[in-house]
């Protein structure tokens, strides 16, 4: 396995070390996706708008479960005990659990999420705060200042 340096974006940049976690990760191959399943879609809805797509069929609101830390969305997923007895002659549809995690960037939130024809449809939104958005700041002449003084 090759590995990449990340010291020179350190020389230049502060607070970006999650950042190299996440790539060390993705270089590494995350097995603790399942193997792909469930599939889904992540996809641009807006400017700053979002939506994640998840294919959950078989699965009930309250056997999944959402959740947000430290940046990272979860998605959980797990079938209630069934004491029907059943006698499969194939099974195709997959209703075994599943964990997903999603890394979101920094000031991006879930809204809402959806349950609709077997697909969960979570709604993310990206809100930069005032202070964290660009302002002009003016520049102040301090000969202009030291001349009306001494007038």
């Known amino acids: 396995m090759t590995s990449i340096d990340l010291t020179p974006l350190y020389r230049n940049s502060v607070g970006f070390d999650r950042i ?23 996809e641009a809805t807006g400017d700053n708008k979002y939506a994640i797509t998840i294919a959950v069929a078989g699965f009930e609101e ?37 964990e997903r995690k999603f890394n979101l960037a920094e000031h991006v939130e879930v809204t ?19 202070a964290m958005k660009p302002r002009s700041i003016a520049i102040k002449n301090t000969e202009r200042t030291l001349e009306n003084k001494n007038d």
């Open 20 to 42: 190299a976690s996440m790539l060390d990760n993705a270089l590494r191959g995350d097995t603790s996706a399942g193997g792909g399943y469930p599939p889904y879609n992540i």
């Open 62 to 98: 309250d056997e999944l479960e959402l959740q947000t830390e430290r940046g990272v969305l979860t998605v959980r997923g797990k079938k209630a005990s069934d004491d029907t007895e059943r006698n499969y002659l194939y099974q195709g549809i997959a209703a075994r659990a599943f």
């Open 112 to 130: 809402d999420a959806e349950l609709r024809n077997g697909l969960l449809n979570i709604h993310l939104v990206k809100e930069v705060p005032e």
